[in-house]
């Protein structure tokens, strides 16, 4: 048997159906290590008092639509570039731009947008994943004026647009700008 | 506490069915803390930990029609749970694992300070080396404390197959502690 | 000086039950209730409310703990002040979407002597408010700041329209893009506004002469 696994017997110490002094003695020191092994679990409390707020919010504003799917809490990492387009503006001062948006993140299994302009709702306005290699672009039509946002890849990883000047959030992370 | 003044689940879940939703946050508050730190030894964060618990209690609103015994709302709620941190994947190393912030001091710890909270980040660390099912069995008999065959009931599985999948984890557990002492 | 013609702001009440409607459910209470606080007293100053606003809104989103919220949506505040304050020493007094853009400017790193500066050009409300959102960009390119202030003050200076104002960043970009440092793309892009300027002024507030519009009341 090899020396990296645990003798049964101080499997069974493990379980709770021995004790040390159950042990023959040559396996009295591998019995203390294994102990120690147990007394290292953290039974510290964990406390999350904001999630019952936040599951209420998302109660009341949520749609008689229901989302399809749960959010897949994959944790791909956004890659490298983004693009950013600004089209051509029309020759009168316009109230409205339309703009494309588009991150490049082959992994994500999905990408939305958050911003200024959608209350930072992450779950407002959905990416769409184009052709397989991993873009994914929204088409938005936003009022003149100065925006802040960030890409959400697969619900929880807040990207800055690589393409985009970019500012500090005050959160430790970069806001993306865009000024219209 | 006057005995029976709190509702049981199974009141609050056949009454936010009837359409009082206000009362799902009974349920929230009584299970969140209880159900955040299955789910922090499980994906090894405490953030990943509040939005797994988050989500899992909106999936939960969601299906709760299809709750078949409203009185084990827990037993249920519990799997959606699991459900959700099973299918995140591990996040990579460079996130630091759960610290003891406030830590309750243990009677049977030995060694004080420092010490036991560098030993409490190895075996977490060595937590999230183990395969989702070995790591559950684990964090569900000797964080929660439950025995087998609470959890084999929970679990829908047989005591034998959970034995084994704990004397594997054990022993991956020693390799990972060894390893990187 | 420029003379400003008050509007009357919105009652109390109404303002803090706007300001509680747009959080309800967003923000945690403990939030809603500093912005309320914040915001009250800032429109009473005549600083625009939406800024503090729009950043709970954002931590709440973001999932960040309330005290750091907390901290981020106080920083907000005073840089509005800081903008508010820089704007009337340049002649400019209560437009609260030029102090809501003067604060965006600070975030990005330039000083309440920088926003003066822009502001002295002289250049009408709407046009140094833009001015002030794409000095902010600029900086957010890491445009240094003497020439990103040369850069829109020439531009403004030029007296052309808000929109060669708003092309700058991208021009800027892609100047870096050819491998020009963003420097030198400013100091290239500062070189034709200026020659623009020699040309000729720009309508503007000019000296002692009210403003074109009365300032935007603050709302929530």
Same mark, same amino acid.
């Given at each position: &048997? ?13 379980? #709770?159906? *021995? +004790?040390?002094? =159950? ?18 679990? =953290? ?12 599951? &209420? ?8 639509? &229901?989302? +399809? #799917? *749960? ?13 950013? *387009? ?20 082959? =992994? ?18 959905? *990416?769409?994943?184009?052709?397989? +290699? ?20 697969? #619900? ?11 500012? =500090? ?9 865009? +000024?219209? | ?181 | ?64 703990? @309330? @005290? ?12 509005? @002040? ?11 007094? %209560? @437009? ?56 829109? %003050?020439?531009?403004?200076? %030029? ?62």
């Amino acid at each position: &048997m090899s020396d990296r696994e645990f003798h049964p017997l101080v499997k069974q110490l493990l379980d #709770g159906d *021995l +004790t040390i002094a =159950d042990l023959p003695a040559e396996l009295r020191a591998e019995g203390e290590e294994a102990l120690s092994l147990l007394a290292a679990v =953290d039974r510290t409390p964990v406390s999350v008092p904001a999630v019952t707020w936040r599951v &209420m919010a998302a109660l009341a504003s949520r749609r008689r639509r &229901m989302r +399809t #799917g *749960l959010l897949t809490a994959a944790l791909a990492i956004a890659a490298a570039l983004a693009i950013w *387009l600004l089209p051509a503006r029309p020759v009168a001062a316009p109230s409205v731009v339309t703009v494309r948006f588009v991150l490049v993140a082959p =992994d994500a299994h999905e990408v939305s947008l958050a911003g200024t302009f959608n209350q930072w709702d992450a779950h407002a306005t959905q *990416l769409v994943r184009t052709g397989t +290699t991993g873009v994914w672009t929204a088409t938005l039509t936003l009022p003149v004026g100065q925006h802040q946002y960030a890409f959400v890849v697969d #619900g929880q990883r807040w990207v800055s647009d690589p393409g985009a000047p970019a500012v =500090d959030d005050g959160f430790g992370r970069r806001n993306s700008v865009l +000024t219209l | 506490m006057r005995p029976g003044a709190e509702p049981k689940d199974g009141e609050i879940v056949r009454s936010v069915l009837a359409g009082e939703r206000e009362r799902y946050a009974l349920l929230v508050e009584r299970y969140r803390d209880r159900y955040a730190r299955y789910a922090a030894r499980m994906l090894g964060s405490a953030d990943a930990a509040e939005d797994a618990v988050q989500d899992a209690f909106v999936r939960a609103f969601d299906q709760l029609a299809q709750c078949k015994e409203p009185d084990n709302f827990v037993g249920w709620f519990f799997l959606i749970l699991r459900n959700r941190c099973f299918a995140e994947r591990r996040r990579s190393r460079s996130v630091a694992p759960l610290e003891a912030a406030d830590s309750v001091a243990a009677a049977d710890r030995t060694d004080g300070g420092a010490e036991s909270a560098e030993r409490r980040r190895a075996l977490q660390l060595a937590l999230l080396e183990l395969t989702p099912d070995q790591r559950e069995v684990f964090v569900l008999k000797h964080m929660d404390g439950l025995s087998y065959e609470q959890i084999a009931t929970q679990l829908s599985t047989s005591v034998a197959s959970l034995k084994m999948r704990m004397h594997r984890a054990y022993d991956r557990l020693r390799e990972q502690l060894r390893d990187h002492k | 000086m420029i003379l400003t013609i008050l509007t009357m702001p919105l009652t109390l009440l109404s303002l803090q039950q706007g300001i509680a409607q747009r959080l309800a459910g967003r923000v945690s209470p403990d939030v809603a209730a500093l912005v309320e606080q914040l915001g009250t007293e800032g429109s009473a100053r005549g600083l625009p409310v939406e800024p503090l606003i729009q950043k709970a809104i954002e931590g709440s989103a973001k999932r960040i703990p @309330d @005290d750091r919220v907390a901290t981020a949506i106080r920083l907000v505040a005073t840089q509005l @002040d800081t903008a508010a304050t820089a704007l009337r020493e340049g002649g400019l007094d %209560s @437009d609260t979407l030029a102090i809501a853009a003067g604060a965006f400017a600070i975030t990005a790193g330039l000083s309440g002597n920088d926003i003066t500066a822009l502001a002295r050009v002289g250049a009408t409300p709407q046009a140094l408010t833009v001015g002030l959102r794409v000095a902010g960009t600029l900086a957010a390119l890491g445009v240094p700041q003497a020439d990103n202030i040369a850069l829109v %003050s020439a531009t403004l200076r %030029s007296g052309k329209p808000a929109a060669d104002l708003l092309v700058l960043p991208a021009q800027v970009q892609s100047e870096m893009a050819n491998g020009k440092t963003p420097a030198a793309a400013a100091a290239g892009l500062s070189r034709a506004a200026a020659a623009q300027a020699r040309r000729g002024p720009p309508p503007g507030r000019g000296h002692g002469n009210p403003p074109p519009h009365p300032p935007t009341p603050p709302h929530p």
